[in-house]
């Protein structure tokens, strides 16, 4: 069996699964040379522009930069630094819109040239081979150097690596249509190519260099023959023409008949692959001192009046590209980073060009069908053909990848080896259904990569976690430990008894003296701090107090008028109640006297007529009946008193019997009031009816008395007058009595409505 180098000189190549022989369209720029493009007016530069981390930024907004001054430094194996393309100012360092299939912003620098185009000072190296490797590798990392053939993967690990190496590859088939970048960088830079080329094989030191190349390439293919005539070690692969025979994994297959496994680097099977241009950029950083600060870019397509390809600046906005081709269709401006099938659309055209972009394709409307042309199809449901898998050159289950990508199904995709997936579109390309089935699976794996990234920076946040955790009790142990050896020798120290022992020990008073002063002054500034929001919230519940007061007053105001109202009803009811039974009362008196009169009048004749004698015996003789007199009215005024007795029980019943009338129909309209007032009221209304009954009822028996002494003098004028005296006497002092009684009366039922009122709660 022949080996890989004699299959390879004969022409024999080994064949990749699936694949297809889309348009080449290479004509439209593969014949014209590389063109320089001016500086812009403006370069966008983000800071990261590889696979890993980004730098760190050394420059400041307002600095001055020379050409090739680094903007950032490398902090990690997988971090890469980024240069200025031309000397200028550092206008802006904010967030924009990245070459990026998710349209989403980074922080990027934004230069603005100032058109002198400095350099700053570079050490020229005409001979590597003076250099070290660790030299090498160093000048490779500084100048920012990552993979150009679209992966973008830091060229000082692939370079570095200390695996034994058979087969250096040179990747410069360039598959994809449309594209020309490499095929005219090696027209014209052949040699630079090979100092590239030559500067890996002393890094690397393979057995054999292959650099692969597709038979469409006739001229970049003599180019590379005269360049590398005199090296023995090099094999030049001229391959079949198939998409996508430029894939990492299927070059190594077509030219060595291996296959690379799912998760396993190249490098560990003894292979190394590299672009025709990061070839290009190792030589001039290397000799020429040259960071990586432009490319060539191919841009094409049918929208383009002058399609061709240029040297760019990173970070040259796409719209100035496009414009010097003269770009013709402004109505529907469709831009793609890339080839038409591995590329992806811009949302606007202030793009910046980084270090992977090889192409910007601007198609006409009917030049290339897609999901999101206006003359194509939309997408429909899958009809299982299985044409997607045929043509898949990593032998994967697109359908079922789209599927468990649509479902979100991260770990069923993970299963499917979804990251052996090249995206080189050619699944999407024969699907009849028009799906874009690349997009699903670049989301995809976007959203396992962010997953994957938040599960490591949760479980670096847990271990940190625990650490700090440990470290804070570790920290609270000593220092409890520590507190106790202190005090234990503080408290042996002062139980010294010595002069140093007492002066600590009035040291610790004082100290504890100070402590408690500023814990006082403390409090005291706290309570004034305090003090206005509680005057504050006194003097609002005082306002309310007042308010409620003054509500109530007026509330109470209304209620004494309906009483006083009610009280005079009640009296006038009262006056008639008494008016009515006054002339009873006088009438039963008068007859009470009348017959008195009439007792006298006939115990005197009968005196008078059965012992006639002189007047002398007459007068002693009345003088002699005036104690039976005197008897006869003493019985007779108690007669008198049992029966005004009794006419004032009668009329005491009748004022009860008005008094609780009133006191009900107090009640009832106090039904609303509180218990207190209600019984102040009640108590009010009684002790003035008592009061005024009192004084009516003393007033009739004056003058019932009055008319009993006019009697009494009528029969017996000289002895009668003495009695009479006393007995206007008795009266008006019983009428004072009265009327004192009434008004106490009268004061203790305010005072009491007053006490109620005061007692009675705000509402």
């Known amino acids: 069996m022949d080996s890989v180098i004699e299959r390879i000189q004969k022409g024999k190549f080994w064949q990749f699964h699936g694949g297809i022989h889309p348009p080449e369209q290479k004509f439209l720029t593969c014949n014209k040379p590389i063109a320089h493009m001016p500086i812009p007016t403006q370069l966008t530069i983000p800071i990261r522009q590889h696979i890993g981390q980004a730098g760190e930024l050394v420059v400041n907004v307002g600095d001055t930069v020379l050409k090739g001054q680094a903007l950032t430094r490398a902090n990690s194996p997988m971090s890469l630094p980024v240069h200025a393309p031309t000397s ?61 053939g679209g992966a973008g993967f830091p060229t000082q690990v692939k370079a570095g690596t200390l695996a034994k ?3 250096l590859i040179i990747n410069a088939a360039e598959c994809e249509p449309y594209i020309t970048a490499d095929d005219l960088l090696l027209q014209e830079h052949s040699p630079t190519v090979l100092d590239g080329i030559n500067i890996l094989d002393h890094l690397l030191a393979p057995k054999h260099i292959l650099i692969a190349i597709e038979d469409n390439k006739a001229q970049a293919i003599t180019a590379l023959k005269t360049a590398t005539a005199a090296n023995s070690k090099v094999e030049i692969c001229v391959i079949p023409t198939k998409y996508p025979s430029g894939g990492e994994k299927q070059l190594i297959k077509i030219l060595t008949g291996q296959e690379v496994p799912s998760g396993v680097l190249p490098s560990s099977l003894g292979m190394v692959m590299q672009n025709v241009a990061t070839c290009f950029a190792i030589a001039d950083a290397v000799i020429n001192d040259t960071p990586l600060i432009k490319r060539v870019v191919t841009v094409t397509g049918q929208a383009l009046a002058k399609p061709q390809n240029f040297w760019a600046l990173i970070g040259t906005p796409v ?28 949302p606007h055209d202030q793009i910046p060009v980084v270090k992977t972009s090889n192409c910007i394709l601007a198609p006409s409307e009917i030049e290339i069908a897609s999901p999101f042309s206006s003359t194509s199809n939309n997408e429909v449901e899958c009809i299982r053909c299985g044409q997607c898998a045929d043509a898949c050159p990593a032998q994967l289950l697109p359908q079922e990848l789209q599927w468990s990508a649509k479902a979100k199904d991260h770990k069923q995709l993970e299963s499917l080896n979804l990251f052996d997936c090249i995206e080189c579109g050619a699944c999407a390309y024969v699907c009849p259904s028009q799906i874009p089935l690349v997009h699903y699976y670049r989301v995809a794996k976007a959203e396992i990569r962010q997953q994957k990234l938040l599960d490591i920076k949760a479980e670096k946040a847990k271990v940190r976690f625990e650490a700090r955790k440990q470290r804070l009790e570790r920290e609270k142990i000593a220092r409890a430990e520590k507190h106790r050896k202190a005090a234990e020798a503080r408290k042996a120290r002062m139980n010294a008894g010595t002069p140093a022992a007492k002066a600590e020990k009035s040291a610790v ?11 006082a002054q403390t409090s005291d500034q706290q309570a004034d701090a305090v003090a206005p929001e509680v005057s504050d919230s006194k003097k609002q519940v005082a306002n309310a107090i007042a308010r409620a007061k003054a509500k109530k007053l007026a509330l109470k105001k209304q209620g004494q008028i309906d009483d006083l109202n009610t009280l005079q009803s009640n009296e006038s009811q009262s006056s008639v109640t008494l008016s ?5 009362n ?14 006298k009048a006939k115990q005197q004749r009968q005196s008078l007529a059965t ?22 009215n003493d019985k007779l005024a108690v007669n008198e008193n049992e029966q005004s007795d009794a006419a004032q029980d009668n009329i005491d019943r009748q004022q009860k019997a008005s008094i609780t009338e009133e006191a009900n129909t107090g009640t009832v309209r106090a039904a609303n009031e509180d218990d207190n007032t209600r019984k102040a009221k009640v108590a009010a209304v009684v002790a003035k009816a008592k009061a005024k009954k009192l004084a009516e009822a003393k007033q009739a028996c004056s003058s019932q008395d009055k008319d009993n002494l006019a009697t009494k003098q009528h029969a017996q004028q000289p002895t009668a007058q003495q009695p009479q005296q006393q007995a206007e006497q008795t009266s008006d002092a019983a009428e004072k009595k009265a009327r004192i009684a009434a008004a106490v009366a009268k004061a203790k039922a305010k005072k009491l409505a007053a006490t109620t009122h005061k007692s009675q709660p705000l509402e």
């Open 580 to 584: 009515q039974a006054a002339p009873a």
């Open 509 to 519: 008073a004082a100290a504890l003296a100070r402590v408690k002063a500023k814990k």
């Open 165 to 167: 190496i058979d087969y």
């Open 611 to 632: 012992t006639p004698e002189p007047e002398s015996n007459a007068t002693s003789t009345l003088a002699q009946n005036k104690p039976q007199v005197e008897v006869t």
């Open 88 to 148: 200028g100012t550092i206008t802006a360092i904010k967030a924009m819109t990245i070459p990026h299939p998710s349209g989403l912003s980074e922080p990027c620098i934004i230069l603005t040239p100032d058109g002198e185009d400095l350099w700053q000072q570079r050490k020229i190296c005409p001979d590597f081979q003076l250099l070290s490797k660790g030299q090498i590798l160093e000048k490779i990392a500084n100048a920012g150097i990552a993979g150009m």
């Open 586 to 599: 006088s009438e039963q008196k008068a007859k009470v006297a009348a017959a008195i009169a009439k007792a």
């Open 319 to 346: 719209g100035d590209l496009i414009e010097r081709c003269q770009y013709q269709n402004q109505k529907y401006k469709h831009l793609i980073m890339g080839g038409p099938m591995m590329g992806f659309s811009l």
